[in-house]
């Protein structure tokens, strides 16, 4: 039986704005230790959020290399290198094809090797990415892989609240994957985990916070979605949305709430079962 979430009144808030990352990146700051670049392929330790990129065996999205230059870490998984070697290049015609590849080396390529092509993984190896081959783990996906390595390197690695992952390629393809990478959500509950696609994003809010989402109105929404996968939900409300839930139950085979319609520019949810968050994305 699932542990008993804390009441409304004494949860911790959980805040996501997970928009941000396409918006113009901020100033470099003017303090005087930015000038010492952290170690390479290492998430900076600073207030700031420290954002990882993972990429998977699908075609990228159109908005792949403005998150990859906003990335500290970047982790292929698997085929996903293809993915780059090949998309990066189209998503920037106009430019040569090989300096593309040069600035969008991957800090590591990892998984059970079987999709990555062997010219592919061997000139990413001649550039310095890192080859981790797992294929000996077949009990977890090559995300899921890819999620506890990029943990393991965050520092410090008892507190991940400046921690986002981006994941590229989650959604679309085969619809296993796809649960496969939502089922990622669910084992990593405490770290903030986006699963992208072209047109929208999801991650989870866990029942153990009050969430409030902020949600960038030019590039995401109206149309949004709360969904509890895994287990039902006896009590979720909300606020923010055209049409809030009111310590409503939802289920498979009941009420979901899908279609919905951001309505301000903060929406708010409590919830007694994890939930997943959609919004579609403008961009």
């Known amino acids: 039986m699932a542990p008993t979430p804390p009441s409304p009144q004494r949860r911790p808030t959980m805040r996501h704005s997970a928009a941000a990352f396409f918006l113009p990146s901020p100033p ?65 015609p106009g430019q040569d094809p090989d300096e593309v590849r040069q600035r969008h080396k991957p800090d590591v390529i990892k998984g059970d090797m079987d999709s990555v092509r062997p010219e592919v993984k061997e000139y990413y190896s001649n550039l310095g990415t890192e ?39 989650a959604l679309g393809g085969r619809f296993d994957h796809e649960m496969g990478n939502i089922n990622v959500l669910h084992l990593f509950p405490n770290v903030k985990i986006v699963l992208l696609s072209d047109d929208c994003l ?13 949600v960038e109105q030019s590039i995401e929404g109206p149309h949004c979605g709360l969904m509890p996968i895994g287990m039902p939900s006896t009590g979720t409300t909300t606020t923010g949305l055209r049409w809030n839930l009111d310590n409503t139950s939802m289920s498979y085979g009941g009420l979901i709430s899908t279609s919905n319609i951001v309505e301000e520019d903060e929406v708010k949810v409590t919830s007694d079962s994890d939930l997943i968050w959609t919004i579609y994305l403008r961009i």
């Open 28 to 92: 470099p700051s003017s303090s005087p230790s930015s000038s010492s670049p952290a170690p390479a392929g290492t998430p900076p330790a600073h207030d700031a959020t420290a954002v990882a990129l993972v990429v998977l065996n699908q075609p990228l999205p159109r908005f792949a290399p403005h998150l990859w230059s906003r990335a500290a870490l970047r982790v292929c998984a698997d085929g996903g290198a293809n993915r780059v070697f090949d998309g990066m290049p189209e998503l920037l």
């Open 131 to 169: 080859i981790v081959d797992e294929s000996h783990d077949q009990d977890t996906t090559d995300l899921h892989k890819c999620i506890a390595y990029i943990i393991a390197k965050s520092s410090p690695a008892s507190d991940q609240s400046n921690l986002c992952i981006l994941v590229l390629g």
């Open 202 to 214: 999801i991650f989870l809010l866990p029942r153990t916070h009050t969430h409030e989402i902020h």
